[in-house]
């Protein structure tokens, strides 16, 4: 990658879509990938602000030592989660 002090912020830009494209391939989400996705899609904002933090904040309540731990936190957390739950999200 390079930095503003060495190249472009495009050239840097490029290369950062080029390695989320070489590791993701068809399944990156970005405008910059197979599927065009806006910059605030409002299919992805409440997953921004509510889903993710509500995640991280349950699955390490118990501070999970091991990676098995961790994907056993998420799974149950991820669970847990009720459909009512995520259309309140949509829904605001």
């Known amino acids: 990658m390079m930095s503003r002090s060495c190249g472009s ?5 490029h290369a950062t879509i080029d390695l989320l494209k070489d590791t993701f391939g068809d399944r990156l989400i970005s405008r910059f990938g197979p599927v065009n996705w806006p910059p605030r899609s409002c299919d992805l904002t409440p997953l921004d602000y509510f889903l993710w933090g509500y ?7 118990d501070k999970p030592q091991t990676l098995d731990h961790l994907e056993d936190n998420i799974r149950r ?5 009720w459909p009512q739950m995520l ?6």
């Open 87 to 92: 259309e309140k999200v949509i829904e605001n």
């Open 55 to 61: 995640v991280k904040s349950l699955v390490y309540v």
């Open 9 to 13: 912020k495009k050239t840097a830009q």
């Open 77 to 81: 957390v991820i669970a847990d989660i």
